[in-house]
């Protein structure tokens, strides 16, 4: 008998050699890495306000609608994430400072800690010009947008893991 774990480890492989073989078969422009997003998901299962925003914005990317609302659900995601493991309830660009200093205290690089904050720092900036106080979504950014955001959830989840 194959054990759950084994067979999902068995799909992630199919998964990731057929996009890298047919990857450029794919006709959707819009399309999300898949694995980045289930991964990001099972990680963010322990952060239930958190998933929940972050599955809304998956939901409307997936429908393609809403584009301005599913960056701010990911960004409302990413916020909520990040206040439950710093414990605290600052706003996004207020986490700066708390955000190096953790990533430093768990064993990461000052650089690593240097380039979180100014992921966040132009993330917030990025929302803030197309995104809260605007209806400005450039379209074909959305996906790298998404994308960021999602490794940079599943790497903050797995250092407070540690």
């Given at each position: 008998?194959?054990?759950?774990?084994?067979?999902?480890?068995?799909?992630?492989?199919i998964?990731?050699?057929?996009?890298?073989?047919?990857?450029?078969?794919?006709?959707?422009?819009?399309?999300?890495?898949e694995?980045?997003?289930?991964?990001?998901?099972?990680?963010?299962?322990?952060?239930?306000?958190?998933?929940?925003?972050?599955?809304?914005?998956?939901?409307?990317?997936?429908?393609?609608?809403?584009?301005?609302?599913?960056?701010?659900?990911?960004?409302?995601?990413?916020?909520?994430?990040?206040?439950?493991?710093?414990?605290?309830?600052?706003?996004?660009?207020?986490?700066?400072?708390?955000?190096?200093?953790?990533?430093?205290?768990?064993?990461?690089?000052?650089?690593?800690?240097?380039?979180?904050?100014?992921?966040?720092?132009?993330?917030?900036?990025?929302?803030?010009?197309?995104?809260?106080?605007?209806?400005?979504?450039?379209?074909?950014?959305?996906?790298?947008?998404?994308?960021?955001?999602?490794?940079?959830m599943?790497?903050?989840?797995?250092?407070?893991?540690?």
């Amino acid at each position: 008998m194959v054990s759950y774990k084994a067979l999902n480890t068995k799909v992630k492989d199919i998964k990731l050699k057929l996009v890298t073989r047919y990857g450029h078969l794919n006709t959707e422009l819009d399309s999300v890495n898949e694995i980045l997003i289930d991964e990001t998901k099972h990680w963010l299962n322990d952060y239930p306000d958190s998933l929940k925003q972050y599955q809304s914005a998956l939901d409307k990317f997936k429908g393609n609608i809403f584009e301005r609302n599913l960056l701010d659900d990911l960004r409302l995601s990413l916020e909520l994430l990040m206040k439950g493991i710093l414990e605290n309830e600052k706003s996004l660009e207020n986490q700066l400072s708390d955000l190096g200093k953790f990533i430093q205290d768990r064993g990461g690089s000052k650089e690593l800690g240097n380039m979180f904050q100014k992921l966040i720092e132009y993330f917030s900036k990025y929302q803030n010009s197309y995104v809260k106080h605007n209806d400005n979504v450039i379209e074909e950014e959305i996906e790298f947008v998404f994308e960021i955001t999602s490794s940079f959830m599943k790497h903050f989840i797995r250092i407070n893991k540690l």
